[in-house]
């Protein structure tokens, strides 16, 4: 079993960034795909970016458009997600996912315009 506990999120202006950090305990996600949901008011959670367990393959969605950066640190057993240039249409809890069956609680981003 695998717990997930995001931090990081918070209140930003717009143009602002944050890094998200997703923590694992339990066990070690070394060998887990890792990725990043998020779920805005009144929306389904959606796919925003993943890595896989060595880091060699990532993945976006196509909203990210080079504003986010998805990394991890298997020593640590985190992962990060790093949001530049934030949008008001950012706003929404992040989720952190391992190995597509593991839920963190998630942290919320709100951006300001």
């Known amino acids: 079993q695998v717990q997930l506990v995001e931090s990081g999120g918070g209140l930003v202006q717009a143009g602002g960034s944050l890094r998200l950090s997703c923590v694992a305990s339990?066990?070690?996600?070394?060998?887990?795909?890792m990725g990043w949901y998020r779920q805005a008011p009144g929306k389904e959670r959606e796919f925003v970016a993943g890595?896989?367990?060595?880091?060699?393959?990532?993945h976006y969605a196509d909203f990210v458009k080079g504003r986010f950066t998805i990394s991890r640190d298997n020593a640590k057993n985190t992962v990060y997600l790093q949001i530049n240039s934030l949008k008001p249409e950012d706003t929404a809890v992040y989720y952190c996912?391992?190995?597509?069956?593991?839920w963190g609680k998630g942290t919320l981003v709100t951006v300001s315009s």
């Open positions: 996912n391992a190995d597509r069956q593991y």
């Open positions: 339990g066990r070690t996600i070394s060998s887990y795909f």
């Open positions: 890595i896989s367990w060595g880091g060699g393959s990532i």
